[in-house]
């Protein structure tokens, strides 16, 4: 909230507001772990166009199924379906950790 010179307050903007988590990439959820998008990396269209193709929308809950030895690829279950990503897409997605469903 923020007050005004006539001590009125009122809500601020969603663009103003502190995130409430800090972000985070799908790297730093351990394997087995749930977590659900919050957004992706701005400036890269292609990518989040592809992401979107995959089913890997905003609010969607992934778990992180397993990892190479190196790290990449990724293998995800989102909505029923495996989903592997390289190292590099999956540093465009934002995560908040989640329970499991």
């Given amino acids: 909230m923020a007050i005004c010179k006539d ?8 663009r103003y507001a502190a995130p409430a988590m800090q972000q985070l990439t799908l790297q730093q959820i351990p394997i087995g772990g749930y ?3 919050t957004g992706y990396v701005r400036g890269d ?10 089913g ?8 992180i199924v ?4 190196t790290g990449c690829p990724f293998e995800l279950r989102v909505r029923d379906m ?5 190292r590099s897409e999956a540093n465009g997605l934002y995560v ?3 329970s499991a469903p």
């Fill in 96 to 98: 908040e950790p989640v």
């Fill in 82 to 86: 495996s989903v592997v990503l390289r």
């Fill in 7 to 14: 001590n009125l307050t009122f809500p601020l903007p969603m």
């Fill in 35 to 37: 977590a659900r998008i």
């Fill in 66 to 69: 397993r990892t190479a030895p």
């Fill in 45 to 54: 269209r292609e990518l989040r166009d592809r992401m979107l193709s995959f």
């Fill in 56 to 63: 890997l929308t905003r609010g969607a809950t992934i778990q």
